[in-house]
């Protein structure tokens, strides 16, 4: 008898679960495995200007300084499209 198994995971109709989502904002970069995301359901939004020395995350959202230059980018972008 075949069995099936997820396309995405590989385990088995019968051991998989339902999704549990983490929502992760636009621009973050960030590995979301370092979080403490079993008890979250989105990480935080990444704010307006990074807190830090260049080498930790920022000391106000605690996203990385990629995730800000990245959000800066897009905010850059969508502006000179709105022109």
């Not at 995971?9 to 929502?23: F, K, Q, R, T, Y």
């Not at 079993?38 to 990444?46: H, K, Q, R």
């Not at 995730?67 to 502006?79: D, M």
């Amino acid at each position: 008898m075949s069995k099936r198994i997820c396309k995405i995971c590989g385990v088995s109709e019968e051991e998989h679960h339902d999704p549990d989502w983490l929502e992760i904002p636009d621009a973050c970069v960030c590995d979301w495995r370092g979080w403490d995301y079993d008890s979250m359901t989105s990480l935080p939004p990444i704010c307006g200007k990074y807190e830090g020395d260049g080498k930790h995350n920022c000391t106000v959202c605690e996203h990385d300084l990629a995730c800000h230059e990245r959000k800066e980018t897009a905010n850059n972008n969508e502006q000179e499209s709105r022109h």
